[in-house]
Nanobody, 125 residues
Framework: QVQLVESGGGSVQAGGSLRLSCAAF????????MGWFRQAPGKEREGVAA????????YYADSVKGRFTISQDNAKNTVYLQMNSLKPEDTAMYYC??????????????????WGQGTQVTVSS
């Protein structure tokens, strides 16, 4: 079993930066990907970024490429999401997630086995 705990959300003006953290408690070899998702009111949950634990390969949604960076600290069982040049449309609840296996798209919500409680990110114009 894996427990995920996010932190680092908050309110920022457009153009600002935030760094989200996701600490994983449990066996690190219990999951193969860790990802960040977000959900704005009235919208579906969408994949933002993911990282493959085995080799550190990273994946990004087109909307955040060049602005967001996902990274991992294996010693701390923690994944980070550095968010720069934030835009009002980035406003959402951000969730950390972990999944087993490599089948299908990294951004498929249904493929993820474990979820954190979420952290709110609000970007004002």
């Amino acid at each position: 079993q894996v427990q995920l705990v996010e932190s680092g959300g908050g309110s920022v003006q457009a153009g600002g930066s935030l760094r989200l953290s996701c600490a994983a408690f449990g066996y690190s070899y219990s999951y193969d990907y860790m990802g960040w998702f977000r959900q704005a009111p009235g919208k579906e949950r969408e994949g933002v970024a993911a990282i493959a634990i085995i080799d550190g390969s990273t994946y990004y949604a087109d909307s955040v490429k060049g602005r967001f960076t996902i990274s991992q600290d294996n010693a701390k069982n923690t994944v980070y999401l550095q968010m720069n040049s934030l835009k009002p449309e980035d406003t959402a609840m951000y969730y950390c997630a972990a999944r087993l296996g490599y089948a299908g798209s990294w951004s498929s919500v249904a493929r993820y086995n474990y979820w954190g409680q979420g952290t709110q990110v609000t970007v004002s114009s």
